[in-house]
Every structure is written in C-alpha cells, then in structure tokens.
Nanobody, 120 residues
Framework: QVQLVESGGGLVQAGGSLRLSCAAS????????MGWYRQVPGKERELVAA???????NYADSVKGRFTISRDGAKNTVYLQMNSLKPEDTAVYYC??????????????WGQGTRVTVSS
C-alpha cells in the first residue's frame, strides 16, 4: 500500500508561480514512477509531468518550459514547480505513483488532489 500526501496549490494570478509537493510512503516498487496529473470537470485526467527513480522525466507539451518536476529519493518526495502559470492550468492536481507510467491507471496510487486556480 502506498500513501501519498500532497501539499501546495492555491490561487495565483496569471504569470505567477506555485510549487506542489507530494510525499510517498510504501513499497519502493510501487513508487518507481511518481508524477502529477490534472483534471478539470468534464475532461479526463491528464498527465502533467512524471519522473522515475532514475530521474528520467516526461512532460505534457502544454507545460514544457514552464513546469519542472523533481524528486528527492531519500524523502520519496516529488515536487512540481509551476512557473508562468496560465488560466488554462486551472485544475485539480493529483499526485500519483506506480511501478511504471503505463501502469499508473491500473496499479497506481493517488493522492487526494489539490486545487490550483490561475486567475486572468
């Protein structure tokens, strides 16, 4: 069993920055890949960024150059630094962890979600 505890999020003006954090506890196998997804009402949950235990990252095209994902292996914590935020980044952001990114929706564990609102 993996537990994910998220922090960060909130309200920010367009162009501003926010940092999300997510601390994981549990099986190292099941937290090999950690990432952030986001969801808005009426749409599917989508990948924002992910990082594996070796440091390989994966970003959605819409956030490349603005968001940075990083990971503290000793603390099993993943961070998402979000810069140059846009109103279209408004969503509930979920931390997730899984053995592999392809297994996120089948074997993954999920946080409770944290809301990010970007005002124009």
């Amino acid at each position: 069993q993996v537990q994910l505890v998220e922090s960060g999020g909130g309200l920010v003006q367009a162009g501003g920055s926010l940092r999300l954090s997510c601390a994981a506890s549990g099986s190292a196998f099941r937290i090999n890949v950690m990432g952030w997804y986001r969801q808005v009402p009426g749409k599917e949950r989508e990948l924002v960024a992910a990082i594996d235990s070796g440091g390989t990252t994966n970003y959605a095209d819409s956030v490349k150059g603005r968001f940075t994902i990083s990971r503290d292996g000793a603390k099993n914590t993943v961070y998402l630094q979000m810069n140059s935020l846009k109103p279209e980044d408004t969503a509930v952001y979920y931390c997730a962890a899984a053995p592999g990114i392809a297994t996120m929706f089948t074997l993954g564990s999920w946080g409770q979600g944290t809301r990010v609102t970007v005002s124009s």
